[in-house]
C-alpha cells in the first residue's frame, strides 16, 4: 500500500496520509469483501483512489466516502451507524489535544496541517506529531472495542446541532450576548489565528459589528465531540466577505472556553 502511494505523491507526508486513511477507510467497509484472495489489491485500490483525490483536489477530506450516510438497505444504514459510534468512541480515548486536531483534519473543513496548526495555535511539526501518535491511539482503541456497546454519537450530534441553530437565529437577530452569557464561560476567549484575541464583550462587540455591516451567517454543519463542537456557517454581505466561516468551540464542563473563529477564503 505505502508502494503504491510513494509511487504516484513521492516520498512526502501526504503518501503516509494516503496510507493510514485508507486503512481507515478499508475498516469501515470491511463488509464489502467477499473475497479473502482479493483483499490486497482492494487495499491498494482504496489507497490509488486517496492519492488520486489527493493530486487532484489537494484540500479534500480523506477517508470522506466511508464517512457519507449510507446508501444501501436497513442493514447498511444500522452498520454505518455503528461504525459512527464505535469511531466516535475510541475518539473519546484519545488526549484532549490529539483528539482536537483529529476532529479536525477528519471531520470539519479545516484539513491542511497548517489551518489546523492556526486552530491550535501549535507548530505545524507538532500537527503531523499529534496527528501520527492520535492513529496509532485510535487503532489500539478500535481493536480494543470491537464488541463493546457505544454511545449514540448521533444523539449528540444532533442536540449540539439544535443548539447551534438556536445560539445562532438568537445572533442573527442581535442577541448575541444573551447567548454567550449562557453557553460560554466567564472567562471564556474569542480567538480569530494571527489577528485578536478577546473576551465575552469582545465577541460580542464583534457580532454587532458584523450585523451593523450586513454581513449574515447560515448554519451549515455541525460537528460535535465532548469536549468540542464545530460549526461550519455560510456567509453573506452586500459587500465582499469570506464566503464561510468555521467556529471551533472548545468546552469545559459544557460551557465554551475557548472560541476560535476562522474565515474560509
Not at 503504491?4 to 470491511?30: E, K
Not at 444501501?72 to 475518539?91: H, I, K, S, T, Y
Not at 479545516?110 to 503531523?128: H, L, Q
Not at 462587540?205 to 450586513?214: F, I, K
Amino acid at each position: 500500500m505505502r508502494a503504491v502511494a510513494l509511487s504516484l505523491l513521492g516520498h512526502s507526508s501526504d503518501a503516509d496520509d494516503a496510507v493510514q486513511d485508507a486503512m481507515v477507510t478499508a475498516l469501515g467497509r470491511i463488509g464489502d469483501v467477499r473475497d479473502a484472495d482479493a483483499v490486497g489489491g482492494w487495499l491498494r485500490a482504496i489507497v490509488r483512489n486517496n492519492c488520486r483525490s489527493r493530486l487532484r483536489a489537494p484540500r479534500a477530506v480523506p477517508g470522506e466516502d466511508w464517512l457519507l450516510p449510507a446508501t444501501g438497505g436497513p442493514e447498511e444504514a444500522l452498520d454505518q451507524v455503528a461504525a459512527r459510534d464505535w469511531v466516535w468512541a475510541a475518539l473519546g480515548g484519545l488526549s484532549e489535544v490529539d483528539r482536537l486536531v483529529t476532529v479536525l483534519r477528519y471531520f470539519t473543513p479545516i484539513t491542511s496541517y497548517e489551518r489546523i496548526a492556526a486552530v491550535c495555535d501549535i507548530p505545524v511539526g507538532t500537527v503531523r506529531s499529534r496527528l501520527s501518535h492520535a492513529r496509532r491511539k485510535l487503532a489500539d482503541c478500535l481493536r480494543a472495542t470491537t464488541d463493546a456497546a457505544h454511545p449514540d454519537a448521533g444523539a449528540l450530534s444532533e442536540a449540539r446541532r439544535r443548539e447551534a441553530a438556536d445560539a445562532l437565529a438568537a445572533a442573527m437577530r442581535g442577541d448575541f450576548d444573551s447567548v454567550v452569557g449562557e453557553t460560554w464561560r466567564p472567562d471564556a476567549e474569542l480567538v480569530a489565528p494571527g489577528r485578536v484575541r478577546g473576551d465575552r464583550d469582545f465577541a460580542v462587540r464583534a457580532m454587532n459589528a458584523d450585523l451593523a455591516a450586513g454581513v449574515r451567517q447560515r448554519l451549515a454543519s455541525v460537528v460535535a465531540g465532548p469536549d468540542v463542537v464545530i460549526w461550519e456557517t455560510d456567509l453573506s454581505s452586500p459587500g465582499h466577505c469570506p464566503p464561510s466561516a468555521v467556529w471551533v468551540h472548545r468546552l469545559s464542563g459544557g460551557r465554551t472556553r475557548t472560541m476560535t473563529l476562522l474565515h474560509e477564503k
